[in-house]
C-alpha cells in the first residue's frame, strides 16, 4: 500500500489526463453527433444515406482496431499524430456515432404532429429543426449522453496501447519500475487500485445517470398533468356550485 501512496502524483497525472481525453472526446462527440443526428433525420436521402454510412462504420469497427486505424494511419497520409490526439480522434469517431444514435432515438420518439404542425405555422424546416424539435429532446438525451461519458472513460484505457499517458499507463509504468527495482511485480496490488478507481468514477455516473433518469421523469408528469390541474380549477371556478 505503501508503493500506492508513494506514486499518487503519477497515478493523479494520469488520472488527469484520462479526464482530459475523455472530457475533449465528449465535447467533440456533442458537436458532431448533433449533425449527423440531424442528419439521420433529414428528408434529404442522400443525407440519411451519409448518415447511416457514418454511424454504421465506426460502430461495427472494434474501438482497438480503430484506434490503431488511426494512430498508425495517420502518418501515411501527412499527419503525425502524437498518442493524445490518435486516441481524441478515434474517440471521437466511435462516441459521435453513438451519439448519433441517440439524437436520432429522440427525434423519433417526438409525435409526428410537431413537425406538422409547425410547418402548418408557415416555419421553415430549418426553424422546425432548431425552435420547435430540438429543444424538446435535449433532456431526453441526457441520461444516454451522461452514460455514453461513463463509456468513454473507461474506453481511455485504450489509448495506454498507444502510449498515451493516462490513468491506465502511468500504473503500467509504476508496475514495470517496481518490478525493475526489487524484482517484485506489484501488478495485482496497483491494477487492483485502478479497477477500484474506475469503478467508483463510473459507479458514480451511473448513480448520477439514474438520478437525471427520475427528476426528468418527474418534471414531464409534473408538466403534463398541469394544464389538466388548470383547466379544472378554472371549471370550478366557473361553475362554483360543482365544488
Avoid at 403534463?224 to 365544488?243: F, K, L, M
Amino acid at each position: 500500500m505503501q508503493l500506492i501512496i508513494d506514486s499518487l502524483p503519477l497515478l493523479w497525472r494520469g488520472l488527469i489526463v484520462t479526464f482530459q481525453l475523455a472530457s475533449l472526446t465528449l465535447l467533440f462527440t456533442a458537436f458532431i453527433s448533433l449533425f449527423v443526428g440531424i442528419a439521420s433525420v433529414s428528408r434529404f436521402w442522400t443525407l440519411r444515406a451519409l448518415a447511416v454510412i457514418y454511424v454504421e462504420f465506426f460502430r461495427d469497427i472494434p474501438l482497438v482496431v480503430n484506434l490503431l486505424f488511426v494512430y498508425f494511419g495517420a502518418p501515411l497520409v501527412g499527419l503525425a499524430l502524437d498518442p493524445f490526439s490518435a486516441a481524441l480522434v478515434s474517440f471521437t469517431s466511435w462516441g459521435s456515432a453513438n451519439g448519433a444514435e441517440i439524437i436520432r432515438g429522440g427525434f423519433n420518439a417526438l409525435a409526428k404532429h410537431q413537425r406538422e404542425s409547425a410547418q402548418a405555422l408557415g416555419l421553415r424546416s430549418w426553424e422546425t429543426m432548431f425552435l420547435v424539435l430540438l429543444p424538446q429532446i435535449v433532456l431526453p438525451i441526457l441520461p444516454a449522453f451522461t452514460g455514453l461519458f461513463s463509456l468513454l472513460i473507461q474506453a481511455t484505457s485504450l489509448a495506454t496501447l498507444v502510449g498515451a499517458t493516462e490513468f491506465l499507463r502511468s500504473a503500467k509504468i509504476i508496475v514495470e519500475r517496481q518490478t525493475m527495482m526489487t524484482g517484485e511485480s506489484p501488478a495485482f496490488m496497483v491494477f487492483g487500485f485502478v479497477l477500484c478507481v474506475y469503478f467508483v468514477i463510473c459507479y458514480s455516473l451511473n448513480l448520477f445517470t439514474a438520478w437525471l433518469e427520475r427528476r426528468i421523469v418527474t418534471a414531464r408528469t409534473v408538466h403534463r398533468h398541469a394544464p389538466q390541474e388548470i383547466a379544472s380549477t378554472h371549471e370550478t371556478q366557473v361553475n362554483p356550485e360543482n365544488t
